[in-house]
């Protein structure tokens, strides 16, 4: 603005005034500051209960259920889509607690059928890794059950053949039975039925085999045709001599009278042998039958081997031997009478017959108060020790050749062995080589 000449004009504000205005700008602001941070807070809160926190809590259940928790639940706390979420999500738990329940009661059944069967069970994978073996398996290759899972399946079992038949399953996709020992050089024979394993849309998975230990059955099959075989043999051996005898009289020997009565006994002979024979597989078969229950009552041990040793009295003085009871009170078991007689029969028997000339047996007894040991023992040829076991079976002879010249079948201790099985007792046999055997017989005292 003009002014005249020599003229100043002074403007001048107060400053204590425009500090007050500041200050009161200054407190303004802070104070919507405050106000803004609050609601901030209080937003950021709401928003935490509403949203973040049933989310976190999710969240917690979750990780429950991934520990397989079942039990815990969502804190429904609104019906709103959070809310919503919330109860669907209790309502899967519970769907799952369910199926996994139900899976596990599944789980255990088959752990239980699986566990608790003779036969073994073995699953593979493509991968020919072990996904399932049960207890039976782990028994058969001594191995543990759990640590062969995931292992390839050679290396689980040791068993080629096993491996390769498992092999053959998944790639010709077709079952496949074959018989197999556990391992090289074992006893114990597996019969192994392998099949492919698949998918609902057949997509091979790999194969599982069930074995079964068909060791027993085997040896009874082979017990069965041998004694076939030997019946059959022991019948037409003395069939022949007898069919050769009378062919040589019908030939025209008749009128050589002491020829004829010669023939006539050796026929006789090997009748009498035919008719023992059929006698010993009958009683056998009867015993074994089970059919023919005991008949149980007091038998005196003493008295048994005195007649015994009475029958078979004029065997041993026919090769000069003595034959000694040194049972000299009685000693009473519960037993079939018939039937203990005929195991001190043959006991006896067996010690004369595979005694030489001269020889002795001596029948004894060792009472303790429940049972009673009785040994039979002979300074004959003895038993080598790889045939001890054996003689209990049926036709087995150690001398073959020897011993069917004495007229004997091998029956004669098997026979024994039922009938003292029969009892509940045990029968064994110790003996040396020249020098001997001792027929060990123990049954229970009668009190
Ligand atoms: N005391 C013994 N000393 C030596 N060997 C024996 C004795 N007892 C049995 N044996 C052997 O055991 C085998 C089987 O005996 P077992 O009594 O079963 O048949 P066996 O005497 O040949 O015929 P069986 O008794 O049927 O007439 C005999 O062949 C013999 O080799
Ligand atoms: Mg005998």
Known sequence: MPLAEGRVLQIGIDQSEIGKDISRLIHGAILVGVLVAGLSVLVAYLVNRVIAGPILDLLAVVRRLQHREFGRRVLVRSEDEIGQLGRAFNELSETLEELFDAISDRERKLDAILSSMSDGVLAVNMQRKVILANRAVADMFNVDELSIIGKNQFEATRNTNLSKLLDDTIDSGESIVREMRVRPGSERTIAVTSSPLTNQDRTPLGAVAVLRDVTDLRHLEQMRQEFVANVSHELRTPLTSIKGFVETLLAGNLDDRALTERFLKIISGETDRMIALINDLLDLSRIESGKQPLKLGPVDIKEIFDDTIMILQSNADAKNMTVQNLIYDPV?????????????????????????????????????????????????????????????????????????????TGLGLAIVKHIVDKHKGSICAESRVGKGTKMRLTLRRMN
């Open 332 to 408: 009473i078991v519960e037993g079939d009478e018939k039937l203990l007689k005929q195991v001190a029969i043959n006991l006896v028997d067996n010690a004369i017959k595979y005694t030489p000339e001269g020889g002795t047996v001596t029948v004894e007894a060792i009472k303790s108060p429940d049972e009673v040991e009785i040994i039979v023992s002979d300074n004959g040829v003895g038993i080598p020790a790889q045939h001890l076991d054996r003689v209990f079976e049926r036709f087995y002879r150690v001398d073959k050749g020897r011993a069917r010249n004495m007229g004997g």
